[in-house]
């Protein structure tokens, strides 16, 4: 598609802040005004907008689709985007390990433990570990205090925690990376540590870890959204 649009501007609206192109407000896929809590998110995806050359390039826009997700999916039915969410908790990477002689697992141990015991003093809540591929759910009441804590979340924080989960697969992993002093870096590298851990066994492959880096500037776009749409969501 040609680029058919020359100004780029950010105005407010209601109670958030709208991208207009030539003066023409944005909506999204579904028609919807896409309107943004925060004018660091608007100054973000208006900056998207203006990156673009003469054609437009679809993958730039990450903080718009994120943004067009938020509005479309999550706000259409939360009950599903939060059901979504904890089918990652049951199945979180951080709590599927190696068995405890081998020496994968030592590194697992070292790196995610730390990152699972937090969330569990964050929430007041107990993951269950496993040794093995076998599936061992995790308590009804740490489930039920992970859904009352993302129902308390806006929107724009679900979608971008969806984003982050579904690329680390990892809820925890996710939930970590809200926080003001979250490493990006750090949590998208302990997601990838099995990945790594074969690279460094057997050597990396080209195409394997092109993929690798197109997901993590996936996650990292994540993590910066869901900074700049935060208002006043409780990260604890």
Wanted: glycine share 6%.
């Amino acid at each position: 598609m040609k680029r058919f649009y020359r100004e780029v501007s950010v105005a407010p609206h209601a109670d958030g802040w709208r991208v207009a192109l030539d003066g023409r407000a944005i909506r999204t896929p579904l028609g919807a005004p896409q309107v943004v809590p925060t004018r660091a998110l608007a100054e973000a995806m208006a900056d998207e907008w203006r990156r673009q050359g003469e054609t437009i390039d679809t993958a730039g826009f990450v903080l718009r689709d994120l943004a067009d997700y938020a509005i479309d999916v999550v706000r259409g039915d939360r009950a599903a985007a939060i059901d979504g969410l904890l089918a990652f908790a049951q199945t979180d990477t951080l709590c599927y390990r190696a068995d405890p002689e081998d020496a994968l697992y030592r590194r697992q141990h070292e790196v995610w433990e730390p990152l699972v015991t937090a969330l569990e003093a964050r929430e007041g809540v107990r993951l269950e570990r496993v040794s093995g591929v076998i599936h061992r759910p995790q308590p009804a009441p740490t489930l039920a205090a992970l859904r009352a804590r993302l129902e308390g979340a806006d929107d724009f924080a679900l979608s971008g925690v969806h984003a982050m989960a579904s690329l680390a697969a990892s809820l925890c992993v996710a939930l970590a990376a809200l926080h003001d002093d979250a490493d990006a870096e750090a949590l998208w590298n302990a997601a990838n540590l099995e990945e790594d851990w074969q690279a460094e066994l057997w050597g990396r492959d080209e195409e394997a870890a092109a993929r690798r880096d197109q997901r993590r500037t996936r996650f990292l776009a994540a993590s910066e959204f869901a900074a700049l749409a935060r208002r006043e969501w409780n990260t604890r």
